[in-house]
């Protein structure tokens, strides 16, 4: 006789089961009293919103299949009581038999869905207020952004490419190009996951982490986030020291390269305590793409110009190979090394003017990266072969040109210090609140001032206890880089999004972009780990 109401309103909207509800994870429903205890209380089927919680879709048809199920299977009870009372009906002298039970029904959904969407817009308003005070001005654009990318991305890393090549063989251009892939997919991912709440956004890989894995995946998040950023500012003062002592001490100059490196620090001490948001680092971040430029195109003329076999005639030439296997997952996470930026990826999207070009703004970057490192090493193998050193600026012959190129280098890095550290300052300030609306602008810069030079104070005495360039480049490299680079945004991505979301050759993708990663993390951090003990004990025989 009467269609139930399930049916009846699954048939008649046609919405989706997708289920949905407010601050949570997973729909909840408070139980309903029974239509007896609702007919006694003089309550109608209207006032079940108040008792079924802020729940839309599938939780509320799945509320009215409950309460179809209570009813007798014909849709009639015999007590008037136990079914919907219509008092609108009553009250006009209807009959009761005009009291249909979907009517009632659809009536309850509109109900609960007007509480649930008020509700949610309520919410969806605080969480906007709240972010309000940590968001960065969105006033970059497009050169902006690719300029602070860049800078992260090229620095120091293009210095150790022609080394590289010289532990896989030729076969290091094809690891090069697909590094870059790698790097444009898992930056799109990453940004991507930023937004996977609708109408909102999370700030960095630790709010990404947690969302995806709870408590605990932020934790991990935090460990190799902040492993990275202090990791590769600790690369950036030892680099500097040891340049910055190799060109004064033919000089005369006897001061030797740990007082140097406590002097680089001390200088990328000054922008990190004055720069406060991303969008100040705009003219050091072009300013280090240029220098960056500048020491690529020495290194590779000098490499062509003055090839060992002309530098040494008389020694027999370099080895050169297509593809070397042991050398492969060692080398692959120090070209790894060379592609990551992610940490500062959220930092950089936040300052965007027109957040869409993201995607044009990172495929960008990794097009200009690979261009440059495909350069400098193929030029630097071709010249060098397998004698061929890192930082690859020890290789090329000593002159004006090595000077320059040092000089400019050297630069570079105290530049591109203080951007990495900001990723890291940014995200300790928004999770401890350090904000000048809590805490008054003086008291603010006060803390900010204090928290900011001790972290740097640390990172220079990390670097001070371990100056091995490249070995503790390939331990950072392969234990954090690759993981916060290819594993981390992939995992997170389908954990928020789902396994559905991907297409069958996208998950085939996924898992080799993947097992790149796991093998370049694992076996590169025991290689490296071996290396610094090797160099450790040598240098206590020493």
Wanted: aromatic letters at 10%; one cysteine or more; hydrophobic letters at 50%.
């Amino acid at each position: 006789m009467l269609v139930p109401a399930a049916t009846f309103i699954r048939r008649m909207l046609n919405r989706p089961t997708a289920a949905h509800q407010v601050g949570t994870d997973t729909p909840t429903l408070t139980p309903t009293p029974p239509p007896q205890a609702l007919a006694a209380d003089g309550r109608n089927s209207n006032n079940l919103a108040a008792d079924s919680g802020n729940v839309i879709g599938a939780s509320t048809i799945d509320a009215i299949d409950q309460a179809a199920d209570s009813r007798p299977e014909n849709g009639i009870s015999n007590d008037i009581s136990s079914e919907f009372v219509d008092t609108a009906s009553m009250d006009k002298g209807l009959p009761l038999e005009e009291a249909t039970p979907e009517k009632d029904a659809i009536q309850d959904i509109l109900d609960l869905e007007n509480q649930a969407l008020s509700e949610e817009q309520l919410q969806q308003q605080q969480l906007e207020q709240q972010q309000a005070v940590h968001h960065l001005p969105r006033n970059a654009g497009f050169l902006r952004s690719f300029s602070n990318v860049v800078c992260i991305i090229i620095g120091t890393g293009c210095l150790q490419i022609p080394y590289a090549f010289a532990k896989t063989g030729w076969i290091g251009v094809a690891i090069i190009v697909l590094s870059a892939v790698i790097g444009a997919y898992t930056g799109i991912l990453t940004i991507r996951c930023l937004y996977y709440q609708p109408g909102t956004r999370l700030h960095s890989f630790p709010q990404i982490g947690r969302a995806a894995f709870g408590r605990w995946g932020q934790y991990a998040t935090q460990f190799f986030n902040y492993l990275y950023s202090l990791g590769t500012t600790c690369l950036y003062i030892i680099l500097s020291g040891q340049f910055i002592h190799g060109l004064l001490v033919t000089l005369g100059v006897g001061v030797s390269q740990k007082v140097w490196m406590i002097v680089v620090a001390v200088v990328m001490w000054i922008p990190v305590a004055i720069l406060k948001e991303m969008s100040e680092a705009a003219v050091l971040a072009i300013f280090g793409l240029l220098a960056s430029i500048v020491v690529i195109i020495i290194a590779t003329v000098m490499s062509l110009l003055d090839p060992y076999t002309q530098m040494h005639p008389a020694d027999p030439a370099p080895g050169h190979d297509i593809a070397i296997g042991i050398g492969i997952p060692v080398a692959l996470s120090s070209i790894v090394f060379s592609f990551a930026g992610s940490v500062v990826y959220p930092h950089v999207e936040a300052s965007m003017k027109k957040p869409r070009q993201w995607p044009a703004v990172v495929f960008a970057s990794m097009i200009f990266c690979a261009v440059a490192y495909l350069l400098i090493g193929v030029a630097g193998y071709w010249a060098y072969g397998d004698l061929v050193v890192s930082p690859v600026l020890d290789s090329i012959p000593a002159g004006a040109p090595a000077t320059v190129a040092k000089i400019m280098i050297t630069l570079h890095v105290i530049i591109a210090a203080p951007i990495m550290l900001l990723s890291f300052y940014l995200e300790v300030e928004k999770q401890w609140n350090i904000t000048a609306e809590r805490l008054g602008k003086r008291r603010e810069f006060t803390i900010r001032l204090v928290y900011r030079s001790a972290v740097v104070a640390a990172v220079c005495g990390v670097s001070l206890a371990i100056p091995y360039f490249s070995d503790f480049l390939s331990l950072i490299s392969s234990l954090a880089c690759v993981t916060m680079f290819a594993i981390i945004p992939v995992v997170c991505y389908l954990k928020l999004y789902g396994h559905r979301v991907a297409p069958w050759y996208e998950k085939i993708w996924m898992l080799f972009v993947l097992a790149i990663g796991a093998v370049a993390c694992i076996w590169g951090s025991i290689d490296a780990i071996k290396s610094l003990i090797k160099d450790s004990k040598g240098s206590s025989a020493s």
